[in-house]
């Protein structure tokens, strides 16, 4: 990969941008962009996912580059949503730092400098914008805090107060050391730290209002994002060794429902043989209970096993992110 990258130019910027059905912002987002970037000097790139855009975006990708040699478009057949979008982005970026902003020109190209800056000065991996004074409907601003207090508490990163936001800087390494599938774009902070990457950091950004067309989520984007934060944390967690997870669990419901049972049993020899009154082991409520433990408990182990075997046919299973060698 570095070997590799050696024939290249090097370059100062990627950006990677996301969109779906955003033709009449990208003439404008694209003007402001080289306007902002050539001021700086910087050397760049504007990489224009169309992810299966059924508007003319693609259409005013290709024009737009006519004017603007720093624009490479790739087209989705299809939209796979922005999560594929991004990671066909990381992919193809090749500038140091890799910076990901949304098409809807909520995000502003003038932030752009200061986030660069911060990652070379800094040293940092990744710097996840924060928006912190918004214009989106309160039904969206209300959940979108939840969410967040949420994931800040299961990831461990105490400092981002906005996972969401499309405005992320990242240095090129960390892209090209996660892979972001299915709606996992929300998290990519949490990736690139399980990924080993923990210089994380915010920077307050702008946001705007929406000038042209509509949100591409709805309300799904809370049930969604919240499952995907529960796969994003078995998987970070326990991907490489499922039963340790599975096992455990299974192994406390089994012995537990064990335990009972036998217990139930000795309760009753030991009336039989004082002589006392006895109930039969079928009759107690518990016995049932235990019996659900016992079965459920077998299960899990069941599925750690399955799970394992599943995990030592997955052809990463050794991979790892190697930071440096001397
Ligand atoms: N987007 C995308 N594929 C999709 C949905 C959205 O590439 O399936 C892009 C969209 O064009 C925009 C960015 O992702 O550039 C953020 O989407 P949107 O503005 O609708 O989200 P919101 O700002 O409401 O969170
Ligand atoms: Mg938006």
Redesign the pocket.
Known sequence: MKFARLYFTPMDISLV??????AESLPELCAWIKRVLDAQGYSYEIIL?D?GSNDNSWAVIQSLKNDIPEISGIRFRR?Y??SA?LNVGFEAAQGDVVITM???L?DSPDEIPVLFQRIKEENLDVISGWKKKRY?PLT?TIPTKLFNAVTRKMSGIHNLHDF?C?LKAYKNEVVKSIEVYGEMHRYIPVLAKWAGFTQIAEQVVEHRA?KYGT???GFSRFVNGFLDLLSIFFVGKFAKRPMHFFGTMGMLSFLGGLAITIWLIVDKLTDISKGLAYRNVTDQPLFYIALVAIIVGFQLFLTGFIAELVSRNAPERNHYHIGDKV
């Open positions: 941008i996301p969109l779906y059905n955003e996912v992810d939209n949503g922005k979008a949304d098409a809807d909520q989106d969206k969401n499309g929406r949100t591409k989520f």
